[in-house]
């Protein structure tokens, strides 16, 4: 059923407006039947935990994708939009978190490329100036002359919405825009926002982050599951109506499945004590951050992607180094020690990116799972290798890993499904026993059944004194398996707790840089 | 120190460079839009034998010039349907077409070795040409090298006014962006090649028409070459790689004075400069360079193109 | 069985692999012979002479082999480093270095030393010459400084200059006044021949080297190692493989090869260090190894694939009064056709390289 969505103004036509979307991908229905309009001087808000169809809705909002069903109307108009490029013409610009910038040009040469009007030989003071005269009316100050590679993340964002605007667009989309960007430059961002709708322009931005939604947005919709929860104003909304939407209701006490151990008198298998690791670009570093993990436990890790984790991975490993702190694995520390010492101490990891960093794309099954263990697979000091050993081994670590159909030895890896590769990657590294096991994002690309069976395995390991550090942004999975939880935001430890003693609602709060304030 | 030897190492040096530039200049716009072509020795050696041979048969030195530049143009078209539309490796084919223009100018060039043409005329300006010295440094040469420097002006006003240049070096240093822009990068990564092709056939062309005014197989003898690497030294900017080609015919200027006034200084060590201060810079002006290098290149020698 | 596949699809493989090349050789030869009929040439009998000059007769064979030699080194030279994912371009430059370090040492020893000795002492000045000639770039690369394609390419241009620099100056032969060389080295330093003819001691090192590259990429843990780093580089550094490690190792014995490469044409071949003396093996060795897809196999096939039209190149010169570089078409024509189909499914897709 088309329905109209309620105005929030007397304006009576939206700028743009969805009815009845819906976007299939073979069994999966990414989008149902999703109505949303935005109308011109308004911030709206598109909530959704991971999954929820939001960049799938923003796909087909700028013409990325085609929808399988429904109408896109623009200022009243129905409007078949066939490509971005098409989308950027109707007046719809997107702002994604990887910036379609080129580093070594400058903001000129940059926006100039994307001018629909751009002539042959073309004077960049007249762009410049145009630049100067956005950028002062609606606070985007940037350099003009300045090379786009030496500005900040936040300035460079600047420099994608003086394109966009400047190329003519009037819906402004943006996906999570201030993931890129320090806590201090989101307010620059919002005030940016406000100057934006004051002069009629409509924002869409996607986010995850509550506090942003309450800061700064006219109206807000929430996506569970594809669909459309509510669309409501955010004024006189609280943050636990919100939370209780995206999350669903009554979020469940995840019941326990195992009892909680006692460790103490134990050495650590691992202890961070305040290590900070400093920011790279893209990726946010590490803030002092201290746990232990104990033999025979598995401390969660709860945090939004890109708030850390993967620095947390690259500094135990010893890829990245801290500048402040100390690591210690079984006890010695580890300052200087090479990756290889590690793993041989009894260091596993099940990777964030399977196929960037645990797997040998151009390698059968059967190699992959010696990686980083091949010597122990060499006869005569390494000038052979005993293949046969390593296909036994293999043939044992996947059997004791699935629980139907593994990959054949001889299969390229390179083939392998998402969700094969990673029960291969699992069955590697649960299989070598390791004494300290990292796992980030366990049921990657799993279905239920095989993430049940892999969330089984790791208690199993548990049960007989394998220490595991979970990081996930899956609640029901920590709540399930973790004894104590550790929450990260933006580099940070924000909440340590033992899963009996918070709830999944607080522990949103805290992943979305919120603060607790109930009693 | 005489005048004389001044006077000749100035005037040689930009006798000598000319040919260089011209190459050094194209291979920035080739350079520019992601694309290396080590094969610039035989785009240069095809400019120079369709060149000799056109002034041969018609008697016209700039007729001459002109052939030689379009032939290396079209030439040049092999590298870019190699690596533009077949996808192939670029250093690899850069290498074949360099060993492709070495056998191919050499078979064409067969019944012309030996012979003589009427190659370019020195033009000297009037009244300036006829000062002391400098005039016969600066204001006795041909039109090529009169119009080098233009040229290098010509080619940075195109790469970075125009719109066309400036849709190049975005090719150069992100196609999916460029592609995003609404530009095409293929055709753009075709016609900058077949610039950068003429560019070096008129560098060609020069030396077989005004610099030696006769032919002879391999005759560029690694100036091909010495442009790619002048083009890293000059961080892909034109004017640099005049001062750079400068330095370089310098350097060989300089040797060839030295030789003649039975100096002790090694000519060898004295060339190995250039390439040795192309390493030193690309190693310690890090920064600078590295972020000079379009991204596109960047695939190139990380061996993934 | 290391293949799912049985044999008969192996052997399948293998034969439309086969008809595959000798499909585009014959495209090349071909065209070749069109361009040949537009310069006024015959091409049967260019291509008899070709034939005759080289494998149609033993001396032609031995001559080919003679060539081989060096093709096979260098190509290896760039095999190696390339089995981790890096670009050896200069080849021609530890060739030069090679031949320039066993010069010197020929010439500090003169005939002082019995062959037992000069011998091996000549192979390891060549080999240490070269390696440590790609030890440089190595290092820079490591460090992650600066990438070796380009450094390995401009120190090709720096070692050209060191042996003239020597050759007219140094190491001058005060008797040859009109055309710089070195004195003749001493018989005790010069690379033995095998048999009548010129086919020298370095085809041994060639086969030798061919033989322990192959065993060691195919069957040890340093192949596997090797692969696992041109495979994915970030897979192998988060599971401890030694990478700064392996690049050292790999330049330098990559330029130790082709170092050995120098020092058999110039202890064997020529007799005395001469400016230009290579007419680009590095760089045809690059090819070849580009052609073989970077197989140990495929660079035997190909080497000589090489020599014989590098070898036909002379005889055209003599036969047909063509210039040499002619030949240089026909190899390059093989090459374009190669170049020009292989993408994507056929090489090894390198992943992207980083340099920590």
């Known amino acids: ?519 | 120190m005489t005048t004389s030897f001044i006077e000749g190492v100035l005037t040689g040096s930009i006798q000598s460079s000319t040919s260089v530039l011209y190459a050094a200049l194209g291979e920035v716009v080739v350079e520019r839009a992601g694309v290396i072509n080590l094969g610039v020795e035989g785009t240069m050696l095809m400019g120079a034998v369709t060149g000799f041979m056109v002034t041969a048969q018609t008697g016209s030195a700039l007729l001459g010039v002109v052939a030689g530049g379009l032939a290396a143009g079209v030439f040049n078209l092999i590298l870019a349907y190699l690596v533009v539309t077949r996808k192939a490796n670029q250093l690899a084919s850069g290498l074949a077409l360099m060993f492709f223009g070495l056998g191919l100018s050499a078979l064409i060039g067969k019944p012309y070795v030996g012979q003589l043409v009427h190659g370019l005329d020195a033009l000297p300006i009037p009244f300036l040409a006829d000062l002391p010295v400098i005039g016969r440094i600066l204001f006795n040469h041909d039109i090529l090298i009169y119009l080098m420097v233009p040229l290098a002006a010509l080619v940075w006003w195109v790469l970075f006014r125009t719109k066309w240049g400036l849709s190049l070096r975005a090719v150069g240093e992100n196609k999916v962006v460029a592609f995003a822009a609404g530009l095409k990068p293929e055709l753009l990564q075709y016609q900058a090649v077949f610039i950068g092709g003429v560019l070096a056939g008129l560098g060609g062309a020069h030396l077989s028409l005004a610099f030696a005014q006769s032919w002879s197989e391999g005759m560029t003898s690694g100036r091909g070459f010495i442009a790619v690497a002048l083009v890293i030294f000059a961080a892909w900017h034109p004017f640099r790689a005049v001062a750079a080609a400068l330095l370089f015919g310098g350097a060989l200027a300089l040797q060839l004075q030295l030789q003649a006034r039975g100096a002790n200084i090694s000519p060898f060590l004295l060339d190995m400069i250039p390439y040795l201060l192309t390493l030193g810079v690309l190693l310690f002006v890090q920064k600078g360079r590295k972020r000079a290098m379009p991204e596109g290149l960047k695939a190139v020698f990380e061996g993934t193109n | 069985m290391l293949n799912g596949n049985s044999l008969a699809q192996i052997g399948k493989q293998q034969f439309s692999g086969l008809l595959r090349y000798m499909a585009m050789l014959a495209l090349a030869l071909l065209v070749f012979a069109l361009v040949l009929l537009i310069f006024g040439k015959n091409p049967a009998q260019a291509y008899a002479d070709i034939f005759s000059s080289t494998i149609g007769s033993a001396y032609g064979l031995s001559e080919v082999l003679v060539k081989v030699i060096p093709l096979v080194l260098c190509a290896l030279a760039v095999l190696l480093p390339a089995r981790i994912g890096l670009v050896n371009v200069g080849g021609e430059g530890q060739l030069y270095m090679g031949a320039l370090l066993a010069t010197w040492g020929a010439l500090a020893v003169g005939d002082s030393l019995p062959a037992v000795i000069g011998i091996p002492l000549m192979i390891i000045l060549g080999f240490v010459g070269g390696g440590l000639w790609a030890a440089i770039p190595a290092f820079l690369r490591a460090k992650g400084w600066l990438n070796e394609t380009i450094s390995t390419l401009l120190l090709n241009y720096v070692a050209v200059l060191w042996v003239n620099f020597f050759v007219f100056g140094p190491f001058k032969d005060p008797e040859s006044a009109n055309f710089p060389q070195s004195v003749l080295f001493a018989d005790s330093v010069r690379l033995p021949f095998i048999g009548s003819s010129r086919v020298h001691f370095g085809l041994v090192l060639g086969l030798i080297a061919l033989v322990v590259l192959y065993f060691v990429l195919k069957k040890t843990r340093w192949g596997y190692e090797m692969r696992a780093i041109g495979g994915n580089p970030e897979a192998a550094r988060r599971h401890g493989l030694p990478i700064t490690r392996y690049i050292l190792v790999t330049m330098f014995i990559a330029g130790g090869l082709a170092g050995l490469a120098g020092m058999g044409e110039v202890m064997a071949i020529q007799g005395r260090l001469r400016p230009g003396f290579s007419p680009g093996y590095g760089y045809m060795g690059f090819l070849i190894s580009w052609l073989a897809l970077h197989n140990p196999l495929g660079v035997v096939v190909m080497s000589f694939l090489i020599a014989i039209i590098a070898l036909g190149g002379d005889t055209l010169q003599i036969t047909q009064g063509m210039p040499f570089s002619s030949v240089n078409v026909l190899m390059s024509l093989i090459l374009f056709i190669v170049l020009g189909k292989f993408f994507n499914n056929m090489s090894f897709g390198w992943p992207k390289w980083e340099a920590k």
Not at chain 1, 357 to 378: D, F, K, S, T
Not at chain 1, 473 to 479: I, V
């Open chain 1, 1 to 519: 059923m088309l329905t109209q969505v309620q105005a929030p103004t007397n304006l009576a036509t939206p700028l743009l407006e969805a009815r009845g979307l819906v976007k299939q991908f073979g069994d999966l229905r990414a989008n149902d039947n999703v109505n949303i309009a935005i109308y011109p001087g308004e911030v709206h808000a598109i909530l959704g935990e991971n999954g929820a169809g939001k960049s799938t809705l923003m796909k087909m909002l700028y013409g990325f994708y085609q929808p399988t069903a429904g109408q896109i109307f623009l200022n009243g108009q129905p409007m078949i939009i066939n490509s971005p490029q098409d989308g950027r013409r109707l007046g719809i610009g997107m702002v994604f978190q990887n910036f379609t910038l080129i580093p070594a040009l400058t903001v000129i040469e940059n926006v100039a490329l994307f001018l629909p009007d751009l002539r042959a030989v073309f004077s960049q003071k007249e762009i410049e100036q145009r630049i100067k005269e956005a950028s002062a009316k609606y606070d985007l100050r940037v350099d003009p002359r300045a090379t786009v590679g030496e500005l900040s993340m936040g300035e460079q964002q600047k420099v994608e919405i003086l394109k966009i605007i400047l190329a003519g667009a009037k819906v402004l989309i943006f996906d999570e825009p201030t993931s890129v960007l320090a806590p201090h430059e989101v307010g620059g961002l919002f005030q940016v926002f406000n100057k934006l709708r004051a002069d009629g322009y409509a924002i869409l931005f996607i986010t995850h982050k509550m506090p942003e939604v309450m800061a700064v947005a006219d109206r807000i919709t929430v996506l569970r599951r594809g669909r459309v929860v509510e669309t409501m104003p955010v004024a006189g909304a609280t943050e636990t109506e919100l939370v209780t939407m995206l999350l669903g209701s009554a979020p469940p006490e995840a019941a326990r499945i195992t009892q909680f151990k006692d460790t103490t008198g134990q050495t650590p298998l691992l202890i961070f004590d305040r290590i900070t690791v400093p920011d790279e670009q893209t990726k946010i570093g590490l803030k002092e951050v201290s746990f232990q993990v104990f033999p025979g436990e598995i401390v969660g890790v709860a945090g939004v992607s890109g708030n850390g984790q993967q620095t947390l991975i690259e500094a135990a490993l010893g890829l990245r180094p801290h500048t402040a702190g100390t690591i210690h694995l079984m006890g010695e520390n580890v300052a200087n020690w090479p990756v290889e010492k590690k793993l041989q101490a009894g260091l596993g990891c099940i990777p964030e990116d399977p196929l960037l960093m645990g797997a040998i794309p151009g390698m059968r099954v059967y190699e992959n799972m010696i990686l980083g263990e091949q010597h122990q697979y060499a006869d005569q000091g390494g000038l052979s290798m005993n293949w046969k050993r390593v296909r036994d081994k293999a043939t044992q670590f996947l059997n004791s890993t699935f629980i139907s159909s593994a990959p054949r030895l001889e299969v390229m890896v390179e083939t392998l499904s998402g969700g094969n590769l990673q029960r291969v990657i699992i069955a590697r590294e649960v299989g070598r026993q390791p004494k300290l096991l990292i796992a980030y994002y366990v049921a990657r690309g799993l279905d239920i059944s095989n993430a049940e069976a892999a969330r089984r395995l790791l208690l199993k390991h548990r049960e007989q004194g394998m220490g595991i550090l979970l990081i996930s942004e899956d609640l029901d999975e920590l709540f399930a398996l973790s004894d104590r939880l550790l929450v990260m935001h933006h580099g940070h430890i924000v909440g340590t707790f033992r899963p009996q003693e918070t709830t999944a609602h607080d522990v949103g709060i805290l992943m979305t840089g919120g603060t607790i304030t109930h009693a």
